[in-house]
């Protein structure tokens, strides 16, 4: 069974532009880049578009996974819960001819636009390259397992996958996750200071025979 990706908040806020736009919500993150070239120009877009890049979890009801309601104080009845203005695939207050609503499913209900899941807790790591003494600190997925860190670490080192990984003396298990091989959390005490970096777990990098052409 294919593992799902996982991303860090900080790779969800990156895509914050009308032409590249992320948003995550109830854990799992989407990208709405489709959503909003199909309805461009839409006015009903605007609040979905001021939380590009960000989480959108306290719009929905985690229960029934769908939209937070409320009695319109107006017309006593219940309908979607929408601070910042009504938004694509909400029906209006009131009955309108002019509303469409043949649209199948609304687009936070449509796994289409799923891309992955939203880290619950990331961490902080240094990589050390016992090769070349090259150090690189990464925030990673507390989910992720050791090989989906080492395809975080190619765009620094391509050859990657040609040494061995150690933590302590001891060789790591690339199916497991920093935790289960053992690899304790940064201090939290420090994590965030200007000294976060000396206390973040290290991983050493020991190179074999041969590099491996990617």
């Known amino acids: 069974m294919r593992r799902p990706k996982y991303f860090t908040p900080k790779e969800v806020s990156v895509h914050n532009t009308l032409k590249d736009m992320w948003v995550s919500y109830l854990g799992k993150v989407y990208d709405l880049t489709p959503l909003l070239e199909e309805h ?6 605007k609040p979905i578009t001021e939380c590009a890049g960000k989480d959108i979890s306290h719009w929905f009801d985690p229960k029934t996974k769908d939209i937070l309601t409320h009695v319109d104080p107006l017309t006593g009845c ?23 609503n043949d649209f199948g499913k609304p687009w936070w209900k449509d796994n289409r636009y799923e891309v992955g899941l939203l880290s619950a807790k990331t961490r902080w790591i240094r990589i050390i390259n016992t090769l070349t003494s090259q150090e690189q600190r990464l925030e990673v997925c507390s989910e992720e397992i050791l090989d989906e860190i080492l395809q975080r670490y190619l765009r620094y080192n391509t ?39 000396l206390f973040s777990p290290s991983i050493c990098l020991y190179f074999n025979d041969d590099l491996t052409e990617l």
């Open 40 to 45: 461009k120009g839409d006015v009903l877009l």
């Open 78 to 100: 219940m309908k979607y819960y929408t601070p910042r203005g009504r938004f694509l695939h909400t029906p209006p207050p009131c009955p309108r001819t002019d509303w469409a």
């Open 159 to 197: 050859h990657a996958e040609s040494y061995t990984w150690k933590h302590n003396g001891i060789n790591l298990d690339m199916s497991k996750t920093l935790s289960e091989n053992g690899i304790p959390e940064e201090d939290e005490f420090y994590c965030g200071s200007p000294d976060c970096d």
